[in-house]
């Protein structure tokens, strides 16, 4: 199926420190999300972005839509130990498309911060 | 008002037993999903439901099915369960159109010994 590549796959930072993460793709997508996954919980929406070029924060993060529309970059500032779990991108094509509807994760970026 | 509930939370099962996960929400959405999530792997969705009667297939469906009666109800059975079906398995739904976000239960954990 088709798959997102998310990276880095873990991260080890210093509470303080910026966080970079970005996800690519062979194809295009028009919707492009981040989510983030607390220890034992469900994952949740950070930031939407649906427009290619895009540019969209929430707080401390900052999240890009590739003018491609091939990629999404995920960028957290100044971070704080709850910013600890699993951050996803996810992608959901146009409808009218075969795969509308549903959304595509990338592998996922674990991020540990160090007080 | 939980909006979106699965059951159990953690489930051990031997293999070849049947297993069956339940998802119930409360907001009258469209559309319900199953998702496993493994290390390394991320989510994969595993089915996926339009609406009560529809359901369709997604990237790892096989070993499993799954049924929607009634809007609010998308069950996921294991019928004969094996170790590779060891994960955490995510419930989610969304409203139809909207921006495409999906909201996801707590997850199931199952062990298949």
């Known amino acids: 199926g088709q798959q997102l590549n998310q990276s880095p796959q873990s991260m080890f930072i210093q509470e303080g420190e910026d966080v970079s993460m970005n996800c690519t793709s062979s194809s295009i997508f028009n919707t492009w999300l981040w989510y983030k996954q607390d220890p034992g919980e469900g994952p949740v929406l950070l930031i939407a972005l649906y427009k290619a070029g895009e540019l969209t924060s929430n707080g401390r993060l900052t999240a890009q839509f590739g003018i491609t529309r091939k990629d999404s970059f995920l960028n957290i500032s100044a971070s704080i130990p709850s910013d600890v779990g699993i951050y996803f991108c996810?992608?959901?094509?146009?409808?009218?498309?075969?795969?509308?509807?549903?959304?595509?994760f990338g592998q996922g970026t674990i991020l540990t911060v160090h007080p | 008002d939980a909006g979106i509930t699965q059951s159990p939370r953690y489930k051990i099962t031997e293999t070849g037993r049947q297993v069956t996960l339940m998802c119930h929400q409360t907001?009258?959405?469209?559309?319900m999903f199953w998702y496993r999530q493994d290390l390394g792997h991320g989510l994969r969705l595993i089915y996926y439901s339009a609406a009560a009667d529809i359901t369709d297939k997604g990237e790892v469906p096989d070993g499993y099915v799954v049924s929607r009666s009634k809007t609010e109800n998308f069950p996921l059975t294991l019928e004969s369960a094996t170790r590779s079906q060891t994960s955490v398995y995510f419930c989610a739904s969304r409203e139809t159109g909207g921006g495409g976000e999906l909201f996801f239960g707590e997850g199931s954990r199952l062990t298949v010994l």
């Open positions: 907001w009258s959405h469209s559309y």
């Open positions: 996810a992608g959901q094509r146009n409808a009218g498309c075969p795969s509308y509807g549903k959304l595509t």
